[in-house]
């Protein structure tokens, strides 16, 4: 589920901030030097929220990744598990204090902080293992909106839809209520709430009656954001099977961007010395950061990545004039200037030699030609053409065993693109997969079905031309050098769920009533009461 907020750019440091706030009070709790016992899935999202210097303020000394067996060695006073509320790791917690406890003799406290709530089940797991007595402080932390970037907040619970689809476990919609609250909590109550599907409206619902249960919630800040926008994501299952095309979408496709970091083939990146005639390639993977913090990301991350190389080739020039300028520098002032530069410089050309590395590995996959003629199959299925049959390029590719992930996702593609696949297509794709890639794979597709991205075409009727049509889907003429519209961003295809929220915004969605009732779930509008103050204010300023 996705959630869209309408407003000008919006400072997002007091979310950070108060999530600071409440891992350094439970910190401080635990008096006394501390090891961090990490679930390693969140040691991402937690970086985002707290560097290591936070921690080490606060007497954190030693950090370990949760593992089975006895912990490692720490002269600590406290030992502090942040996990998920997940019963196989209380195993390992159980482990770990049971082994501490039989091998050492100072006397050490034990705590844990779930992430993001604390679960009874999860307690007495611990008392059946013996260890819940040992456990001082256990509470939770919520983790519900992630600041990932200046304009960007996650949630980073990349199970949600798997939850929500297939186990019928709606906890994660819980946590986006419970998220939403908190940026009403910091950033004044959202007037307007839209949304479309089944857990859009659960979402709408649980955050109305925390407001009702919880009057003292209403806060008398004026709010920044006017229009919250929740939308299920199997309103728009065909944007996240479609290979993305702008540079941060690349990188992402091909390396995966894992809490702003990617890891990346280390040899484009070793410093190229004299006379060394390349020995001793790096075998580590660079890591790399990618954030707006960075000015050059900034502005290349959401361009079309043909429209890269001309950035990135004008901004080689601009630097190397900057450096140039060195020797026009000669009165003690203009030397004194230029050494002031110098720091950002560096930093400048450091920043441009990492992109310009990364855009090279990118080219090497994109002008492939098995690049190219997935993305024709892509973009002919979007367009509409051969929709309802099967396509050759798919079967050529099942023969080659390809990567199944590759070939399921050109499969939901057709299936999306086509309102469901003709019986007989499916049946085919279904026993080639099987048969190429194991019979165990029936699980996969079952899944698939069940979620909705693979299915059979109900009443052999195919809404997606209306839908497609309508909502302008599919632009032929686009500029992907200076874009005017969203569809840059698939050379072709704009996403649905943005072309929901620009007619949300304008003419509104009155104008599209007959292909919103073609979209799966209910959609829905609720106002939300701004205290009697505020109410004025906020009539004041949409006038």
Known sequence: MAAHLSSGRVNLTALREAGRRELREFLDK?????????????????????????LKEHEVEKMFTLKAGRLPPADVKNIIFFVRPRLELMDIIAENVLSEDRVRSPVRDFHILFVPRRSLLCEQRLKDQGVLGSIIHREEYSLDLIPFDGDLLSMESESAFKECYLENDQTSLYHAAKGLMT??????????IFGKGECARHVANMMIRMKREFPGSQNSIFPVFDTLLLLDRNVDLLTPLATQLTYEGLIDEIYGIQNTYVKLPPEKFAPKKQGEGGKELPTEPKKLQL??????????????????????????KIISAAFEERHHAKTVGEIKQFVLQLPHMQAARTSLANHTSIAELIKDITTSEDFFDNLTVEQEFMSGIDTDKTNNYIEDCIAQKHPLIKILRMVCLQS???????QKVLDYYKREILQTYGYEHILTLNNLEKAGLLKPQASGRNNYPTIRKTMRL??????????????????????LSVRLAQLLARPGWRSIEEVLKMLPGPHFEERQQLPTGLQKKHQATLQ
């Open 30 to 54: 635990c008096a006394g030097s501390k090891a961090i016992v990490w679930d390693e899935y969140l040691t991402g999202p937690f970086g985002l929220i707290a560097q290591y210097s936070l």
């Open 183 to 192: 940026l009403q909590a910091l950033y004044g109550t959202i007037p307007q």
């Open 291 to 316: 954030n707006s913090a960075e000015e050059l990301y900034a502005e290349i991350r959401d361009k079309n990545f043909n429209a890269v190389g001309s950035v990135l080739s004008k901004k080689a």
């Open 416 to 422: 999306v693109c086509n309102s469901g696949l003709k």
């Open 474 to 495: 599919w632009m032929d003429d686009i500029n992907e050098q200076n874009p005017n519209d969203i569809s840059y961003v698939y050379s072709g295809y704009a996403p």
